[in-house]
């Protein structure tokens, strides 16, 4: 701008260069530029030329903004890339979440949908049950009812015998109503004292001694009422066997014996002891347990081949009991009286069973252990004495010459469970076992002439005696009380002068069979002119409804607590005021009937949730854990390939069972039992025996694969229902359980 405003000074007319563009100027007079002395006058291009300039120069500086504008924007954009960037990671990770929250919302779903099938499933199964329960238990009561209005028309004659007897032979019949007046009034009272509780417990679950406990405890109710705990009720009829004269000693009516009477323990509960007294009242009617008696003719035994019978239970039993029929001894002896069968003409009748070189052979060959499978015992003078132990005192292995010479000394030999060491006795068992569905143990006594090896007393088992060699007296008394009828325990040792007269006596001869019902009193004596052999098979330990009520009744009660509000209600404020003994007597207090009424309800609730099936479950499981190996497969289980058109059948009848156990359904079986263990264990977890587990699905497939035996099931018409029914088969074949049919 300087160099343009020196060159406009230069004079008019000229030219000027100002820098930007070339332009003339005129020259103008003074006035017009305002005097001397003054910068000369703008043009009128200068002055565009200057505002251009200065245009421009703001155009810069806008651009100059606009650039550092974009800058920004373009920073800001890059900003927000990111940002977007960032969000659409967080996006991805907002989906995930969902994703895994869906995912787990259907899984749990999932879940709850399995809950509900599994429940849907055992309530169905339950359903299913208790129906098929209701209508086996319908059609029992039924068949029941019937059987027992027999049996109580002919014990009510018997009965009716015996009271007339007693009556014109001891007391007369002033005396005899007296006492049935004051037992009457006993039962009037017992009968107050538990008002109806008792009488509605009795009924349901049929314990003569009125027990009334959820665990096994000696206990006494205060009621007492007749009949038998448990036994099956049959139209019973007499044989008319073959009688033989039975010899009867000592003075009748001098002797005491052990009576059972309540008292109140310690802890306020009723329980029981022994008294040493006589009461008739208490005692079984002798006539009822008089014995059933067969004599053999000669045609009438197959002379022991019992071999071939081993696949059958009840041929096996058949055998042992001929001539008497299975139908016979069911009805007429089983848990009621004893039998007794005369092989005269049949003495060698049990000899292929056992014999005396057996004895010998187990002495020597396997070694027997004192105490655990051999015991050496006399009784003497109305002691008994053990000789248990060698002559270094050792006991782990029995030395048979001493052994031997101990017999021959007047020592008895008992050696326990044979059918581990002998195959004759095992196969007898183990067919047995099939038939009774519970253990079957045996005894071997070996007793020298003219000695006996053990004191009277009872058994917890039903006992068959098998005579094989040689020759024994026998004396067979009532049991003492009616308490001790089928008794779950055996007794301690009697003295002979706390026994009143014996029922019977008799003398076995090899061929011969006794059978004894739990709780009958014996004692044996060889005579002096032989030795006696023989083989005691016994039964039925602990395998009694009370065995299944134990199980059965906590559980019940469990679940009545659960389900039912009104167990869980507080009893009524000044209960005591009209509860308890010193209150028995006044039934006719209003509170008090009421009450009892909401216990009795109570009650029928637990009832009618007893599992039974549950409790007959658990007593299959210890019997299929303690029972002998098979004797003699039907057929070899091995592995195969199966198909839906496969068929499959169970190897042996009660080789396995099924049972639940909460949310799996276990297969027990017996394949992997041992004979050296026979008799023991059953108690110890499924894990450590022969057991498979499935899912509870599988149930309904292995109910069907078990039930059909004896018969083979095809795999096609196994109702499945959301099982496979190939796998659970292929899994018991592999097993041994189930073998394929070809």
Known sequence: MRNARRSARSGAGHEVNLGFTEVKVEAKGEEERGGEGSLPPRTKEEGCTRREGKKGAQEGKGREKEGKGRRKGREEGREGKKGAQEGRVHKKEGKGRRKGREEGCTRRKGREEGCTRRREGKKGAEEQGCTRRREGKKGAEEQGCTRRKGRVHKKKGREEGCRRTRVHKKEGKGAQEGRVQKKGAQEQGCTRRVQGLGMLVHDLCGDGHGSFSTTPVSGWVGFRKGGSFGGFLFKGFRSNPKPIPFRKGGKPGDEVYDRVNPIVSKDGFPTRRRIMERDEEDAPAREDFEPVVFEAEQDECRNGSFEKRTKDGAEMLKWMVEPCSLEEFMEECWDQKPLLVKRNLHPDYYQKVFGMEEVDRLLRQVGLTYGLNIDVTSYKDGKRHHFNSNRDGSTEKADPDLVWKRFHDGASLRILHPQR??????????????????????????????????????????????????????????PPTSWEVLARESSEDYDESELDDPLFEVELAPGDLLYLPRGVVHQAHCLEDTHSLHLTVSCNQHNTFADLLELALPRALEITIEEEVECRRSLPPGYLDYMGVVHADNAEHPARQMFMERVENLVRRVMENLPVDAAADQLGSRFIRQRLPIAKPQMKAGSASLGPHSRVKLVEKDVARMIVEEDVA???????????????????????????EFSLDDAMVIEQLLAAFPEAVSLQAIEADGSDAVRVANTLVNSGVLVPIT
């Open 421 to 478: 060491w002998t195959n004759a006795v095992w196969k007898l068992l183990s067919g047995l076992e099939g038939y009774w569905s519970c253990g079957v143990g045996s005894n071997v006594y070996l007793t020298p002439p003219g000695s006996q090896g053990f004191a009277p007393h009872y058994d917890d088992i039903d006992a068959f005696i098998l005579q094989i060699e040689g020759k024994k007296q026998w004396k067979v008394y009532t």
């Open 666 to 692: 276990l297969v027990v079986h017996a394949l992997n039992n041992s004979r050296t263990d026979h008799m023991e264990g059953g108690e110890e977890p499924l894990e450590d025996q022969g057991s498979i």
